[in-house]
């Protein structure tokens, strides 16, 4: 297998802004870093568990993919904030158990942290797309 870092799907830039603008008032200044650009799809350190899903994946990206999927909730931890995201798309291909977007993190925290959010909170749906990346 070729190196990578992740599959995802990245986020349109137009949305992305969207969204940002949406919540940054509730949030004030007391974030370290706005990510929300991407859902996860797997990431290299889940290759070994889901070789079969990274071949998958790879054919799709040459092949030029698009998915829309939609915000489910929001989930909250001391170290970051992430939307939830449904799609059958996401479904069949994410190999994360909750599929989601980190939407920021806080001081001393990583992205990575939202795969430990436990607590989600439903939210209005906001349909949004987004193009299947290699990024490596």
């Not at 889940?46 to 999927?69: A, C, H, I, W």
């Amino acid at each position: 297998m070729e190196d990578f870092h992740y599959f995802s799907l990245d986020v349109e830039k137009r949305t992305k802004g969207w969204l940002f603008s949406v919540v940054e008032k509730y949030l004030g200044n007391n974030y370290y870093k706005i990510i929300c650009d991407h859902v996860t799809l797997l990431h290299t350190s889940q290759k070994e568990k889901y070789p079969g899903l990274y071949k998958v994946l790879s054919e799709m990206e040459r092949k030029g993919v698009n998915d829309t999927f939609t915000i489910t909730h929001i989930g909250v931890s001391d170290k970051c904030i992430a939307f939830k995201v449904e799609s059958k798309f996401i479904h069949r291909f994410c190999a994360n158990k909750i599929p989601h977007i980190t939407y920021l993190v806080y001081e001393g925290g990583k992205p990575v942290d939202s795969n430990k959010i436990e607590k989600w909170i439903p939210i209005q749906r906001i349909i949004l797309g987004g193009r299947l990346v290699k990024h490596t």
